[in-house]
């Protein structure tokens, strides 16, 4: 158990709808990054928040959006959803650090979205 | 720019077999090198990893990787695998004191244990 929850496990929702992925991170973890994995992209960064502000950006749609909110968890709001969508959305956390990293991320168990 | 390929999608071998995932990386600064490994219906969670010092790093589950500066690789190796190590495996890179949004994970190898 990696500390980190994410909920729904499992969702199925149909093409131009709108869903929200809540993720909860690790107790006193400040960052949460937000995955894709997909079979054909493989696990592409969406978005970091570090306490609460948009920290790093990477191949997220306009379609999509995230925050974190003052207890550190966050959402990922997905709208306008098409077929290729569909994909495993992963939720990370890692603890704070002086300057730099250490590089590890403590993952959730994804939230697999399928859009019919 | 960053960039990691994993030359091998899968990898079939015998229970108690030796076995090797390849990983390169190119980088035109220092980087930081890891090794996360993704178990059936789980997350990913860091195996092993590179930041400095003693090129060649070990995990507790008998996995070691070397970080080959002239050959940009970072491969994994396990002597003799075991049922229980069946799952998908992700190098991954950044540059040394960035951010951890930098982290650029490949595409990643199936590693698949036949008794």
């Known amino acids: 158990d990696s500390g980190v929850t994410q909920t729904p496990k499992h969702l199925i929702t149909a093409t131009g709808q709108r869903v929200t992925l809540r993720c909860s991170p690790r107790?006193?973890?400040?960052?949460v990054y937000w995955y894709q994995q997909s079979l054909d992209q493989g696990l592409q960064f969406l978005i970091q928040?570090?306490?609460?502000?948009?920290?790093a950006k990477g191949n997220i749609l306009e379609r999509f959006s995230a925050q974190q909110f003052p207890d550190l968890h966050s959402e990922l709001n997905l709208s306008s959803l098409e077929l290729g969508d569909s994909a495993l959305y992963f939720c990370a956390s890692s603890a704070p650090t002086g300057d730099g990293h250490t590089g590890e991320l403590f993952f959730g168990e994804g939230s697999r979205l399928t859009v019919l | 720019a960053q960039s990691v390929t994993q030359l091998d999608s899968q990898v079939p071998v015998f229970e108690e077999a030796p076995v090797e995932l390849r990983c390169n990386y190119s980088?035109?600064?220092?980087?930081?090198l890891f090794w996360y490994v993704q178990y059936p219906n789980q997350g990913l969670q860091l195996l092993l990893k590179y930041l400095s010092g003693s090129t060649l790093v070990e995990s507790i589950n008998g996995f070691e990787a070397e970080f080959n500066k002239s050959q940009t690789s970072f491969h994994l190796r396990k002597p003799s695998v075991h049922i229980s190590d069946t799952a998908e495996y992700f190098c991954a890179v950044s540059d040394a004191y960035s951010s951890a949004s930098k982290i650029i994970f490949g595409s990643g190898t199936r590693l698949s244990i036949r008794p």
């Open positions: 928040y570090y306490n609460g502000e948009e920290r």
């Open positions: 980088s035109s600064v220092s980087v930081y």
């Open positions: 107790s006193g973890d400040l960052s």
